[in-house]
C-alpha cells in the first residue's frame, strides 16, 4: 500500500461538481478546502471504485487506486455525455504522514486517526508509516484488499468512514444503498478480529465445517475479515490460524 499506487485525475470544466454529485455516494456540497471520501456504484449498488476529491482552484483532483484508475477514467468518460467535464491524468503523487498537518495538505475524511493526504510534484521518499496496520485497527477497507466488486458499501463501513451521504439526491446504486441502511442490522460485513498463528489473505475462515467468512488484511496478531455476523464467534480457525470475534 505504498503511495505509488495511487493515480491522480484533474477534472476541470463548468459541469465538474453537477456531474459528479450525480455519480459518486456522497455530496459534493461537503467539498470545501479538505477532502471528499466517496464511490461510484454499478446501478445495482455494487462497489466499483472509492477515491478521494479535494479542490485544486476551479478544478477537482480525483485520488484513485492506480489498478483501478483506467477502467474508472473509462467510466466517467462513458457518463459525463454532453457535459462541461475534462478528466485527465496528472503527473502529481500522494503524500501522506501522520502528527502535523502541512499547510498544502488535508486531513484525511475517514478518520483523524489516518493522518493527512498531500499531492505533489516529487514523490514521497521518507514515509516509514506501517499503513497496513494503521488501516487494519482502524477497520479502513482497500481496493483490491477488502474492496472488489462484490461488495456493498454499506458492509464495508462506508457510513462509519464518511464515505457515504443518506441526505443528498440520487446518484448511481443510490437506491440498493439506502434500502441497506434501513434494514434493521447488516448480517455481514468487514470486522476486526484477532489471529493466532500464520494465515494468507483470502483464507476461508470455518466455524466447525462450516464457512463463515474470508480472511483479508493481517497485521501482527490483528486482520480485517469479511464475516457472516450471525454465525461468527469463537473457535474460528484460517487455515492453521486460529480466529477470535471480537478482537
Known amino acids: 500500500m505504498s503511495t505509488s499506487d495511487r493515480s491522480i485525475f484533474r477534472l476541470t470544466g463548468s459541469d ?19 477532502l ?3 464511490a461510484i456504484l454499478t446501478p445495482q449498488g455494487k462497489y466499483l471504485a472509492d477515491f478521494f476529491l479535494k479542490r485544486d482552484g476551479d478544478a477537482v483532483l480525483l485520488d484513485a487506486n492506480a489498478a483501478q484508475a483506467p477502467a474508472l477514467q473509462q467510466r466517467l468518460t ?11 491524468p496528472t503527473p502529481l503523487h500522494l503524500h501522506r504522514g501522520l502528527g502535523d498537518i502541512p499547510e498544502d495538505a488535508a486531513i ?19 514515509d516509514a508509516t506501517d499503513w497496513t496496520a494503521l488501516y487494519v485497527a482502524n477497520q479502513v477497507p482497500n481496493a483490491g484488499l ?24 440520487c446518484y448511481v446504486g443510490q437506491e440498493v444503498t439506502a434500502r441497506m441502511k434501513h434494514k434493521t442490522e447488516l448480517r455481514k460485513g468487514l470486522a476486526l478480529v484477532s489471529i493466532e498463528g500464520n ?18 488484511s493481517v497485521a501482527g496478531d ?26
Open 108 to 126: 484525511d475524511s475517514r478518520s483523524p486517526n489516518l493522518g493527512w493526504r498531500a499531492y505533489r510534484d516529487a514523490p514521497q521518499e521518507d
Open 16 to 34: 465538474t461538481e453537477s456531474f459528479l454529485q450525480g455519480l459518486i455516494t456522497n455530496d459534493m456540497t461537503h467539498l470545501t478546502d479538505g
Open 199 to 216: 494465515a494468507e489473505a483470502g483464507t476461508p475462515i470455518l466455524k466447525g465445517d462450516r464457512e463463515v467468512g474470508t480472511l483479508h
Open 36 to 38: 471528499l471520501y466517496a
Open 78 to 88: 462513458m457518463y459525463k455525455l454532453r457535459a462541461d467535464v475534462t478528466i485527465e
Open 146 to 169: 477488502e474492496l472488489d466488486h462484490n461488495s456493498f458499501i454499506l458492509e464495508m463501513g462506508f457510513e462509519r468512514l464518511n464515505g457515504v451521504d443518506f441526505k443528498k439526491g
Open 222 to 247: 490483528q486482520a480485517l475479515a469479511y464475516l457472516r455476523f450471525d454465525r461468527a464467534g469463537e473457535d474460528m480457525t484460517a487455515g492453521d490460524a486460529k480466529i477470535s470475534y471480537p478482537a
